[in-house]
């Protein structure tokens, strides 16, 4: 491939940055330049729904109620999911606003430091060379650019088990070359212990796993019992019980819900979103890691990767052979994917975790090419790193030219006209993301018809609330409305003003909205006003599905 002046510029620029990533105290400036390629373009979309808004939603709502121990949704226990994730978002929207850029920062932040500690592990047990290359290719992967634009739990709980599979790799390998390894130890578990804390068991089953299998493999059984150290299982504990215990001691019955239901029955259960195949994840890692992923054939055409993974060290110097890398790096990958692979509900964020070890393959093919004094073999990887920015940009014009559906500016208009007393409604939806960018801090009611037990099945917002309801049912009863009770409620000549955000598509199913014209509007939705004791349509009417 010919490049253009311009274009043979930008390679030759990339050469430098290559040579200074080699730089033995280069890492604070790795950890720098990611987090600003990163942090640069995640506040130039809305947040996306109904993840973001979803979990951006709960943190605000932690910042607003200023109860930072209990997750709520409509002021509701939320227990679907541990609070790390809702505590170091809470905090950056209260330092940086409620904004979108401050709700993915955690996200932003957790990509950083995955990219930082992959530099510094295989700085110290392969060369700078492989470090360098491994970090700028993991920075620039589509993929992972992408999770580090997205506020959930995926990137946050990906950097942990990353950092627990590395720091526990680091205790074996001091281990082995008889240095202390307390230090490594401590990070492991206090790694595992946020993990659990971001995303439950997964945080510590897969990175264990990985350890587990790695070790077996190399028959280090040794290293296995040396891995089981009470001082790091104290810390553990130390770290994850005391919010399952005060979550506990406020609402009953959390334990059975958050341990035995949503981690063991859960997947036992039908209706979920988002069913594939077993294999789904392979296509998907390999196009989203694009142009990387095409250079893995080389590794596997020139690599018997089975039979060299798990060679135990030949020597005790500080780096480690290849093959016992590769080995610890194979078992990382596989792992995960066949964790992932297994249940029928699949999201492309699961297997964020395995994009250190892809990277890791991926940078062995250029150095294999580099060292055999291949042809422009240096020049090719600059070519990949720029093309991969490229499409990592191009994803985020693509997001800025066609935006999803957002309820922001309905909510900005909701700002600018509420007065305190006014009530809000949501009908048959729950619009994440209202609160936070209207800065609505009372109590919503959510309309719809929840004495449907076929809709409380569905995986979704319905579902969140319903479970959520049940450690507050008084909070539920006054939240949850059936259509009828709204009805009556507008028919009262001593209502308040009234603010209701539903699908434009149902206008005809509430005759309080019949001949009322939306105050703000976007394709999909509206947003409705209601002056206090104003008379609505449908006043003295039978509603057909009111309960006998």
Known sequence: MRFPVSGTRLVNAGETVWRWLQARRAWPWIALFTFLWFAATTGMYALLLPDEGRYVGVAWQMLASGDYLTPRLDGMPFFHKPPLFYWLTAASLSLFGDNAWAGRLCSVLAATVLVTVCYVFLRRYASGRAAGRTALILAVQPFLFGAA??????????????????????????????????????????????????????????????????????????????????????????????????????????????????????????????????????????????????????????????????????????????????????????????????????????????????????????????????????????????????????????????????????????????????????????AYDGPLYAGWRDPVIIVSKWNDPNALRLDNWRRELADAADFMPDRGADRLWLPQRLQAYLCDPGHATTWLLGDLRDVGDYPALSGREPVARTKKTGLWRVPAAETVNGCGETPSDAPE
């Open 149 to 430: 634009h997205y506020a959930n739990l995926d990137m946050l709980v990906a950097a942990l088990m990353g950092l627990t599979v590395m720091a526990g790799a680091d205790a074996v390998f001091r281990r082995e070359q008889s240095r202390p390894d307390a230090w490594s130890l401590t990070a492991m578990y206090a790694a595992a212990a946020a993990g659990f804390l971001a995303k439950g068991l997964i945080g510590v089953v897969l990175p264990g796993g990985v350890l587990f299998f790695w070790l077996l493999g190399r028959r280090r059984y040794r290293a296995m019992g040396r891995l089981l150290w009470w001082p790091g299982m104290v810390l553990f504990l130390a770290m994850i019980l005391p919010w399952m215990i005060v979550m506990e001691m406020r609402h009953p019955g959390f334990f059975d819900y958050y341990i035995v239901y949503q981690h063991f029955q859960r997947f036992l259960e039908s209706g979920f979103n988002n069913p594939h195949p077993f294999w789904f994840y392979v296509p998907v890692v390999l196009g989203l890691t694009l142009p990387w992923s095409i250079q893995l054939w080389r590794w596997c055409r020139s690599q018997g990767p089975l039979r060299t993974a798990f060679v135990p060290p030949a020597h005790r110097s500080e780096q480690v052979d290849r093959p016992v890398l590769r080995g610890l790096m194979l078992s990382w990958l596989l792992v995960v994917l066949v964790f992932f692979s297994i249940p029928t509900s699949k999201l492309v964020g699961y297997v964020i975790a395995v994009l250190p070890p892809l990277a890791w393959f991926i940078q062995e093919t250029f150095e294999q090419r580099m060292e055999s004094t291949a042809p422009d073999a240096g020049r090719s990887f600059i070519r990949h790193a720029l093309v991969a920015g490229g499409l990592c940009l191009l994803a985020v014009a693509v997001m800025v030219l066609f935006p999803q559906h957002s309820n922001k500016r309905l909510a900005r208009a909701l700002a600018v006209s509420m007065t305190p007393g006014d009530r809000l409604v949501m009908l048959d939806q729950y």
